[in-house]
């Protein structure tokens, strides 16, 4: 075993803004400090190169990575930029430090990432600002938008809700699962310095609607979806076994990057085949334990991506994992904190920590981005041989093209009978009905989105009090006055 192409996590290094004080560049320089401090000093003038997870907090570090290094006095031969903040960029790019070193490329790699979102908030006109939402609006569709679907707590209930009849769950069981998954993260947050909300909830008060649990998007509410509104940096060093050992760190202090694997769904979520499955979770997830030469039963730990519950429970199906087992060493993007493109670092940091302490061998790093867009997932271990296998490509997208069936032909306009696909409700501040969107399917199979309006109750209630599964049900589509498609049962 050549131990100069051999990756392994050196140092990681978290921090929480809670004064508001510093933007996102300043948080990932201080994130990249506690990781250096944490591999034992002296690497952040060793690093060759710099990558970063993009912000949304300050739109005016177009490239987030030149201000990093310029603030940490280094000149890194590679410095670059992640396109668009994704969830899984933090495991894409520890998987392309580990390809690097083991190919010989870079000796020192370094990921860092950060959001002030609480910061740009406060220092916006009246205080208040969505940046999640103003970004997946610059990029959505004019049509899409009419109907409310733009950002990603408009998407992932129309999984959820898909999921939920898939899987011949009732409304009851589904809720029951997400308040388990959801009560279990809280009791991880609760004992990690680095989480956001350190208060452990319990299972009924995730299910229970209240002022403090107010609904966002049927299923879910406040305490079921990401927490963006934070101010949090994460960042890792990686080198080769060789590198580590010259610089004396000790072998517990190591962590090897084994093998990841990625694949993608089409971007437009109208587009893809079906909203029951995600083929490139999937292919992912199987893909980085088969690339490993390791079966579900060798995992001790994971982080599943749960940005919303059905990311979690797509996750654990696949894996086989319990309802009732750990799916996070971080506490999740609600009570860990959901700093957008960022909280795998998080997660890596964490894992890496617990690995470190506990005894455990393997752990298993899913991350997700877009709407249910990417997956990336890869196993780290306290094992050197599963450091082995790299450089690699990480692309398993063949395994997941080749279960994909034919996308339904999109219509804009359609009248007459159709079966729901899908559908979710939007609520305001209040917890009151806004609107509603169904994803339908015409008798020859093609998909149209119909609106429900929200003084609609009688629909409304029948799509959200769960005595009956809406997803299935016929009825009619009508074209109103406003332009728009109308559900009428």
């Known amino acids: 075993m050549d131990e100069s192409k051999i ?11 809670r004064d508001e004080r510093l933007n996102s560049v300043e948080l990932m320089a201080a994130a990249l400090r506690n990781a250096d401090a944490d591999g034992g000093g002296g690497w952040l003038g060793r690093i060759d190169a710099l990558d970063v997870v993009a912000q949304l907090s300050f739109p005016e570090f177009t490239d987030a990575s030149a201000p990093l290094a310029q603030m940490l006095e280094i000149t890194p031969r590679h410095c670059a930029q992640t396109r668009y ?21 870079a000796e020192v790699c370094a990921v860092a990432g950060g959001e002030a979102l609480r910061t740009a908030a406060k220092r916006a006109a009246g205080g208040k600002r969505d940046a999640v939402r103003e970004s997946a609006a610059r990029a959505t569709r004019e049509g899409r938008a009419r109907y409310g679907i733009v950002a990603p707590t408009d998407v992932y209930p129309l999984y959820e809700n898909a999921c939920r009849a898939a899987w011949g769950q009732t409304f009851a069981q589904a809720q029951a699962e997400s308040a388990e998954l959801w009560a279990g993260m809280s009791r991880v947050a609760a004992g990690r310095s680095d989480a956001w909300l350190r208060n452990e909830v319990s299972p009924a008060q995730i299910l229970d609607v209240s002022p403090t649990n107010r609904p966002i998007a049927f299923p879910y509410t406040k305490l079921t979806v990401a927490n963006a509104s934070v101010n949090q940096g994460a960042a890792f060093i990686v080198t080769s076994l060789a590198q580590a050992k010259a610089a004396g760190v000790t072998e517990e202090q190591l962590v090897y990057v084994g093998r990841g694997a990625a694949a993608r769904e089409p971007g437009d979520v109208l587009a893809r085949d079906r909203l029951d499955r995600s083929l490139s979770l999937e292919a992912s997830l199987n893909g980085a334990l088969r690339l490993n030469g390791l079966t579900n039963a060798d995992i001790d730990l994971v982080e ?32 860990g904190g959901g700093p957008v493109g960022n909280y795998m670092s998080h997660a890596i940091a964490s894992m890496t920590q617990d690995l470190r302490k506990s005894g455990n061998l393997h752990g298993l790093l899913f991350g997700n981005g877009g709407f249910a867009t990417t997956s990336h997932s890869i196993i780290v271990s306290r094992d050197p041989e599963i450091a082995s296998r790299c450089p690699h490509d990480p692309s398993v997208q063949d395994e997941a093209d080749a279960h994909r069936g034919p996308a339904p032909t999109l219509l804009e306009i359609y009248e007459g009978a159709a079966a729901i696909e899908t559908y979710t409700v939007f609520y305001d501040r209040e917890g009151a009905a806004k609107s509603g969107v169904i994803v339908a399917r015409t008798p020859r199979h093609e998909r149209f989105l119909a609106y429900v309006p929200g003084d609609d109750a009688p629909l ?30």
């Open 7 to 17: 990756p392994v996590i050196v140092g990681v290094g978290q921090i929480n803004d």
């Open 460 to 489: 409304i209630t029948l799509l959200t009090d769960g005595a009956q599964e809406p997803v299935g049900m016929r009825g009619n589509a009508v074209t109103n006055p406003d332009g728009l498609v109308h559900w009428r049962m």
């Open 85 to 105: 903040p994704m969830g899984d960029s933090p495991v894409a790019l520890l998987n392309a430090a580990a390809n690097r070193i083991a190919a010989g490329e």
């Open 304 to 335: 599943l991506y749960s940005c919303f519950p059905v990311m979690p429970k797509l996750a654990r199906r696949v894996i086989d994992w319990p309802v009732d087992r750990q799916m996070t060493t971080f506490g999740g993007l609600t009570f």
